[in-house]
């Protein structure tokens, strides 16, 4: 993991952070409502939040509904489910795209293969699915051929894999778009996006700040477009805490 080198600290005024949440903020774990928050991570968030001028923001796959069970009382501006809601101000409207019509016909083909007892679950974001196989790892490729099965035909609809789930969103949705839709507003215009995160759904990220004049944190191991690495959630939240203090 030594080929990229750890990021330099933020400027206050010059740049906006954006973080993604499972596997970069938390730790994973079986469930998605069991994960639990590194010690101090709200204190190291809001301190962030105001060092950085309001300039914070979670870009995360997650419906910020869960995002926001987490980190309560804060809610940050963010994208959840990958850029289908935007909620552009600190504890402002969450504008929700609606879903495309074929969901529903994934959904239906999703849930007649996978019913109660399965080894594989069906998480339902409403304008995205996720089937998780963490607790079965031999059931991956299973998973990812009901993925394909289910978007089949559904040209609105694309199958994205991530750690331990195969997901299905909407085409029109990553979250480098959804960076750049936060970027058009205050306090983020004007200022250079930096992006940590951990995922194969993270890289449209990276590539958009890189070619906004910003950068990526990627953390852990793997092809990455970002430019610099942290190698886990641990050294994610040591590099924010030292941002925080600077
Ligand atoms: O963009 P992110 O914030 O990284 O969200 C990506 C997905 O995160 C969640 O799944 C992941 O975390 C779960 C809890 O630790 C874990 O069980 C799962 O294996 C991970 O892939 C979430 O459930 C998904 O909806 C997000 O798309």
């Known amino acids: 993991m030594g080929d990229l080198s750890k990021p330099p600290f933020l400027d206050k005024t010059l740049h906006a952070l954006f973080l993604d949440f499972d596997g970069t903020l938390v730790g994973f774990a079986d469930d998605p409502d069991g994960i639990t928050l590194e010690p101090g991570t709200l204190e190291r968030l809001s301190a962030l939040e105001e060092r950085q001028g309001g300039a914070v923001a979670l870009i995360s796959g997650r419906a910020l509904s869960s995002i926001d069970r987490f980190l309560s009382p804060l809610a940050f501006p963010a994208a959840g489910v990958h850029g289908q809601e935007v909620r552009y101000t600190a ?95 205050d306090p983020f215009s004007g200022r250079k996006a930096v992006f940590i995160g951990d995922d194969t759904t993270d890289e449209d990220g990276f ?26 959630v641990a050294a994610v939240h040591r590099w924010l805490d030292a941002v925080a203090r600077q």
């Open 207 to 232: 590539e958009w700040v890189a070619s906004a004049g910003g950068f990526g944190i990627k953390v852990g191991s793997g092809e990455t477009a970002a430019k610099y690495r942290l190698d886990d």
């Open 91 to 185: 504890g402002g409207e969450v504008v929700t795209a609606p879903p495309p019509e074929d969901l529903a016909t994934a959904r239906e083909r999703l849930q007649a293969e996978i019913g109660p007892g399965d080894k594989l679950r069906i998480e339902d974001k409403e304008t995205a699915l996720v089937v998780h196989y963490r607790t079965a790892p031999e059931e991956a490729d299973r998973a990812e051929r009901l993925g394909e099965e289910a978007v089949a035909g559904c040209s609105d609809l694309r199958l994205v894999k991530g750690h331990a789930i195969v997901e299905i969103r909407p085409s029109g949705v990553d979250k480098g778009k959804a960076i750049a839709k936060l970027m058009q507003r």
